[in-house]
């Protein structure tokens, strides 16, 4: 994606924050993706906008004269795909695609960004980039003690048969005065800079979003899944973070719950790759981020002839990190046990080219936002297993929770 049309020297540290407040003010919907300099297995997201006014309805979103393109798939885009429903209280209301047609690209380097198109000065100079928010009162939707039973409740379900792994939700929401979005995306960033660190908006809703999850990438023929299953917290000193990170790699119960997501991964791969071409690349590779040590799985096939992009999420989404295994049964186990529609939560973000390749991350570690209703969610949750214990899982909820938390409070 080229964006050499015109070039504007960078001025001063804020330019992309008044860049992006301007767009916020003259495109209904825009994506601002960060990669944050990590040495992530296949790449990040790249740093770029890609901005428009005009929305892609589900039929248009398949067709290459599209693209390229930016948006979000929700989670509940399931029951379009399988006999599955969602019935549970909706915290923002969202449509299952919300897709829109780049009509301004915007990348930079140290010295200069580049568009494809003319910027006004002001929006390089004079835009307001102070933080416009107010403290937010943020309520958990589940105690600690609904947490424990449903916890024991699922592992119940796992002696049944009916579900080997679970990947259990729990969300927090907030009603407010004021929200800034932009300033809330770098705040979060400056707390959690994630290699899929991304800023989206749909007219009045946002997404502020620190994730570190790709769910599916596409170059040429190949296609790349990399889910992650294995949390543990960052260390206080060199010699507890290395700990921390062995202890990780060396478990036996993340190891498990990774190879079952997994295996998942490459028999959804299966589904619309040539026979004999999915490969695990890489399995329990752990990678460090600012608050967590994550275990990260890469799995590669090589995509059959003709396929596209509505056929490869029929056999992927949602991602099946974010579900559990067996997919369809948990799914329907998730509807039962949660206590929230997840929306976009746990959907998958995605930039499409003009060739068709794409890069989706997976929601998660984000904060859901509408500025219409003053609205907001966000949601956490981890993998039960019957080798899971309550207060671990818990307590790795409440640390994916952390900077969201600090983000919306103001602390």
Not at 41 to 70: C, M, R, V
Not at 294 to 311: A, D, R, Y
Not at 346 to 368: K, P, T, Y
């Amino acid at each position: 994606m080229k964006n050499d049309l015109f070039e504007y020297p960078i001025q001063s540290d804020q330019v992309i924050e008044k860049l992006i407040r301007w767009i916020d003010q003259n495109y209904a919907f825009y994506c601002l993706t960060f990669g944050n300099g990590h040495d992530y297995p296949e790449g990040t997201f790249p740093d770029q906008i890609l901005a428009g006014n005009t929305a892609l309805e589900k039929g248009s979103l398949w067709e290459h004269s599209n693209y390229p393109a930016a948006g979000i798939i929700s989670y509940d885009y399931k029951n379009q795909l399988e006999k599955l429903s969602s019935k549970n209280p909706i915290l923002v209301k969202v449509p299952d695609l919300t897709f829109f047609k780049a009509e301004l690209r915007i990348t930079w380097d140290e010295d200069k960004i580049y568009s494809n198109q003319a910027l006004p000065e002001k929006s390089l100079e004079g835009a307001n980039t102070k933080f416009d928010s107010v403290p937010i009162e943020v309520q958990a939707l589940t105690s600690k003690e609904e947490y424990i039973h449903a916890f024991q409740a699922i592992q119940n379900e796992i002696i049944e048969g009916n579900t080997y792994e679970m990947n259990y939700c729990m969300a927090y929401q907030a009603s407010f005065e004021k929200l800034d979005p932009a300033g809330s995306f770098f705040k979060l960033m400056e707390l959690s800079p994630m290699p899929f660190s991304a800023l989206f908006k749909s007219k009045n809703k946002y997404l502020i979003s620190s994730s570190p999850e790709r769910f599916l990438k596409k170059e040429a023929s190949r296609l790349i899944a990399q889910p992650i299953k294995g949390t543990s917290k960052r260390g206080k000193n060199k010699e507890e973070d290395e700990a921390n990170k062995r202890i990780l790699l060396q478990s036996e119960k993340e190891r498990a719950e990774n190879l079952m997501i997994t295996d998942l991964m490459r028999n959804d791969l299966s589904k619309v790759s040539l026979i004999g071409s999915v490969h695990v690349l890489e399995l329990f590779g752990v990678y460090s981020f600012p608050k967590v040590h994550q275990m990260i799985s890469t799995v590669q096939s090589e995509l059959l002839p003709k396929t596209g992009l509505n056929e490869i999420l029929q056999a992927t989404f949602p991602m099946g990190s974010m579900t559990g295994a067996p997919k369809i049964s948990t799914m329907e186990l998730i509807e039962k046990f949660e206590n929230f529609q997840r929306g976009w939560f746990s959907g998958a973000l995605g930039i499409i080219q003009e060739n068709g390749d794409f890069d989706f991350s997976v929601i998660i570690r984000s904060i859901i936002a509408d500025l219409e209703t003053k609205k907001l969610y966000f949601a956490v949750g981890s993998a039960i297993t019957i080798d899971a214990e309550a207060e671990q899982e818990y307590e790795e909820c409440l640390l994916k929770a952390s900077a969201l938390l600090e983000v919306l409070r103001g602390s």
